[in-house]
């Protein structure tokens, strides 16, 4: 049976990565967490120290980086040059900062080559910010999902008290509002809805929902037939 490409866009904490690993698993397709990719970055660069204007540095860096995403029961697991680092891309500290390492350009290209070729014979469902406006504006199904900024922040707040930090949740509310902002203000790759892409407001649905919305999309694309 034909598989196809799924793109999966949105703000922070929306539901992106949650879903899109479980309509993979549904479909027995790849699921590709490019945020994770980019968070991975982040958190060597913080590791090591290089500032974060250090263009060149970061772009040697990104080069000589492997890394590598498997599934296991949890969802991805996150290898950075081997090591695990699926619980530390996810802190604060990365968080706050992984919006400016992955505006740069020389960052992009060398993630976005790596999505590709992830993608290239289908069967994978891909989700980010810029995957159906840039990474693979030619994604057979492509979907916008949004929230309410009060349920993002709870969600966020819900998945950080999980790695054993906590957070107000205040505080989270602003540093999402920050994230959207510059996200969807920045030169390189801006976060925007492809304009033919399907939007899914996640913001009352449950997880079981969204991955039954998309699903269905998905199989009525390989089957060619629109159900009711």
Partial sequence: MK???????????????????????????LHIDTGAMYRAITWKVLEEKIPLDAVDRIQKLAEKTHIRLERSPRGNTVYLDDKDVSDAIRLPNVTKSVSHISSYQVVRDVMVREQRRMAKEGGVVLEGRDIGTVVLPNAELKIYMVADVAERARRRKKELEHAGVGVDEHALIEEIQERDRRDSTRTVSPLKKAHDAMELDTSKLTVDEQVEFIVRRAEELVKGTKTK
């Fill in 3 to 29: 598989k196809i490409v799924i793109a999966i866009d949105g703000p922070a904490a929306s539901g992106k990565s949650t879903t899109a690993r479980l309509v993979a698993e549904r479909l027995g397709y």
